[in-house]
T-cell receptor, first 112, second 117 residues
Framework: GENVEQHPSTLSVQEGDSAVIKCTYS??????FPWYKQELGKGPQLIIDIRSNVGEKKDQRIAVTLNKTAKHFSLHITETQPEDSAVYFC???????????FGKGTTLSVSS | GAVVSQHPSRVICKSGTSVKIECRSL??????MFWYRQFPKKSLMLMAT?????????EQGVEKDKFLINHASLTLSTLTVTSAHPEDSSFYIC?????????????FGPGTRLLVL
C-alpha cells in the first residue's frame, strides 16, 4: 500500500522567510496530492492540492510542486506570517473516493 | 461551500457508556465519508470508510463492533463508540467527499474530542 514520508517534523522560521515542506510517496499509481493545515484543536483545512497531470500549482503565497519521476512533492510558503503557524500534513491517494494516506505532519512555527 | 460539521465538539463520558458522534455535510451530498482518529501530536489514522446505504469498510485493527458506523443518508454519517474505555479517548475527525466537485477532494469536519473517564 501507499506510504507517505514527510520532512521535516518541525520547522521554525522568521516572519517573512520562506518555508518548504517535503513529502515522498511510494505508490507510483497515486495521482492526487493535497496539503492540509491543522490548527490546534481543529480539523484539517485543505489549503492546496495538485494532480499528477501538472507539475506546479500556485495560490498566492502557497505553491506545491510535484515530481512524479522521483515520487515527491513539496509545499512552499513564501512571506510567512505568524498566522501560518500550524501543523501541515501532506497526503496522497491513487483514485477518487479512496482514503487519503497522510504524512506524519510538520509543525511550522513562524516567529515575528 | 463544502462545509462539514461534527457534533458534539467535545464529550466526556464514563467508562462503559456509548457515545455517538455525528458528521454532516452541510451544503453538499456526500456518498462517501471517512472517519479518522488522531492522537496528540500525531497524524490522522484512518478508521473506516463509510458509504451511504452500505456497510462501512474498516481498516485493519479497527474493531467494527467497537466503532459502529452508520451512513444512513447522503448528508449524515455517525460513529458510535460502544462501551467506551479510557484508551478510546482521542480526537475523532470525519471527512466527506463531494461528488460533482473534484472527486478526490476531501473536506474535514472540525473534530470531536472524546474523553473517557
Amino acid at each position: 500500500g501507499e506510504n507517505v514520508e514527510q520532512h521535516p517534523s518541525t520547522l521554525s522560521v522568521q516572519e517573512g522567510d520562506s518555508a518548504v515542506i517535503k513529502c515522498t510517496y511510494s505508490d507510483s499509481a497515486s495521482n492526487y496530492f493535497p496539503w492540509y493545515k491543522q490548527e490546534l484543536g481543529k480539523g484539517p483545512q485543505l489549503i492546496i492540492d495538485i494532480r499528477s497531470n501538472v507539475g506546479e500549482k500556485k495560490d498566492q503565497r502557497i505553491a506545491v510542486t510535484l515530481n512524479k519521476t522521483a515520487k515527491h512533492f513539496s509545499l512552499h510558503i513564501t512571506e510567512t506570517q505568524p498566522e501560518d503557524s500550524a501543523v501541515y500534513f501532506c497526503a496522497a491517494t491513487r483514485q477518487a473516493g479512496t482514503a487519503l494516506i497522510f504524512g506524519k505532519g510538520t509543525t511550522l512555527s513562524v516567529s515575528s | 461551500g463544502a462545509v462539514v460539521s461534527q457534533h458534539p465538539s467535545r464529550v466526556i463520558c464514563k467508562s462503559g457508556t456509548s457515545v455517538k458522534i455525528e458528521c454532516r455535510s452541510l451544503d453538499f451530498q456526500a456518498t462517501t465519508m471517512f472517519w479518522y482518529r488522531q492522537f496528540p501530536k500525531k497524524s490522522l489514522m484512518l478508521m473506516a470508510t463509510s458509504n451511504e446505504g452500505s456497510k462501512a469498510t474498516y481498516e485493519q485493527g479497527v474493531e467494527k463492533d467497537k466503532f459502529l458506523i452508520n451512513h444512513a443518508s447522503l448528508t449524515l454519517s455517525t460513529l458510535t463508540v460502544t462501551s467506551a474505555h479510557p484508551e478510546d479517548s482521542s480526537f475523532y475527525i470525519c471527512s466527506a467527499r463531494a461528488p460533482g466537485l473534484a472527486e478526490e477532494t476531501q473536506y474535514f469536519g472540525p473534530g470531536t474530542r472524546l474523553l473517557v473517564l
